[in-house]
């Protein structure tokens, strides 16, 4: 039997557990992932080296890669003295010198996949170097991935330059080849539309047979989706690149504790109100589940119980 095809595209935080689940199930994977971050080391590499920035990918590799900890230890360490190296993680340079021996990013990831045994495929969503510009609902714009929260503003749109970026073409592949499509949780406007506002990529989510499911946030972020609802994610993915390109919605289902959303309100985040009237008549399937856990008084969606909701829809 032919193992079902499933694609995860976005980037930040959670998108690796999501990935983390879905290696451990027996399906071919495939990750498509953001390369707009400007911060930090990210963003130094990209700046002198003239390349994607690596970190989504680095997180990417990571998650997916079945190594021995201690190897794994090492490629994901932050260095914090040195000249030049303070801030720098071990990971970047390795993608950043990969992609200097084999001449081209893409390349880079392919051959750092070999060497950590990655399951299955990582794309950049572009082999190119971007940048994320986001226009404000007063008709401000500002530049950089890592500033578009800070301005504290309603956004109205985001967009890439140069324009058109060019997908990866084994990205656009990937996405019409696949049985279910998965759009990961994380930051909507910087880890998650910046792949999909990327021309074909929205054309491919409209064309694929694929099921494109959105896994929503649990939290609503500061600076960019204050007092969003589930329908107002949904409704900023499909203003960006048109309606049906999503046919169903995972929204968490229980309860979140009185004191770690006190811990989240210190950020000026809350649960996001999953408004399912709205989402129905938005033409959605909605897929309520009990899919996150409490670490730290933080919360983060389950790998397992993900991966298992996800797979139970191929």
């Given at each position: 039997?032919?193992?079902?095809?499933?694609?995860?595209?976005?980037?930040?935080?959670?998108?690796?557990?999501?990935?983390?689940?879905?290696?451990?199930?027996?399906?071919?994977?495939?990750?498509?992932?953001?390369?707009a971050d400007d911060g930090g080391s990210s963003g130094r590499l990209r700046t002198e080296m003239e390349m994607p920035a690596p970190g989504d990918?680095?997180?990417?590799?990571?998650?997916?890669?079945?190594?021995?900890?201690?190897?794994?230890?090492?490629?994901?360490?932050?260095?914090t003295k040195g000249?030049?190296?303070?801030?720098?993680?071990?990971?970047?340079?390795?993608?950043?010198?990969?992609?200097?021996?084999?001449?081209d990013f893409y390349n880079g990831i392919k051959e750092i996949s070999r060497v950590l045994n990655v399951k299955g495929n990582i794309y950049p969503i572009a082999n190119q170097?971007?940048?994320?510009?986001?226009?404000?609902?007063?008709?401000?714009?500002?530049?950089g991935e890592s500033n578009i929260p800070k301005a504290n503003k309603r956004i109205k749109?985001?967009?890439?330059?140069?324009?058109?970026?060019?997908?990866?073409?084994?990205?656009v592949t990937a996405i019409h080849d696949a049985d279910l499509v998965v759009i990961a949780p994380g930051s909507l406007y910087t880890s998650t539309l910046p792949n999909l506002i990327v021309p074909q990529i929205g054309e491919a989510l409209r064309?694929?047979?694929?099921?494109?499911?959105?896994?929503?946030?649990?939290?609503?972020?500061?600076?960019?989706?204050n007092h969003y609802t589930a329908s107002d994610h949904v409704k900023a993915i499909t203003d960006h690149i048109g309606d049906d390109c999503?046919?169903?919605?995972?929204?968490?289902?229980?309860?979140?504790?009185?004191?770690?959303?006190?811990?989240?309100?210190?950020?000026?985040?809350?649960?996001?109100?999953?408004d399912l009237?709205?989402?129905?008549?938005?033409?959605?399937?909605?897929?309520?589940?009990?899919?996150?856990?409490e670490l730290n008084h933080s919360l983060r969606h389950d790998t397992d119980k993900v991966a298992n909701v996800l797979c139970s829809l191929t």
């Open positions: 039997m032919t193992p079902k095809k499933i694609v995860v595209i976005g980037g930040g935080t959670g998108m690796p557990v999501i990935l983390r689940g879905l290696k451990q199930q027996p399906i071919e994977l495939s990750a498509i992932v953001t390369v990918i680095r997180n990417v590799i990571a998650a997916l890669s079945d190594v021995e900890p201690m190897l794994m230890d090492l490629f994901q360490h932050r260095f000249n030049g190296l303070s801030g720098h993680s071990m990971g970047n340079l390795l993608l950043a010198a990969m992609t200097s021996v084999t001449g170097n971007m940048f994320l510009h986001a226009e404000y609902e007063d008709g401000e714009v500002v530049v749109r985001v967009f890439l330059k140069p324009n058109p970026v060019l997908p990866l073409p084994e990205a064309a694929t047979k694929a099921k494109v499911v959105y896994v929503c946030n649990v939290m609503t972020q500061a600076g960019e989706t999503i046919q169903a919605v995972i929204v968490h289902n229980q309860t979140i504790a009185k004191n770690v959303q006190m811990v989240y309100a210190e950020e000026n985040a809350e649960p996001v109100k999953y009237d709205r989402l129905r008549d938005m033409g959605l399937e909605i897929i309520e589940a009990d899919i996150v856990k």
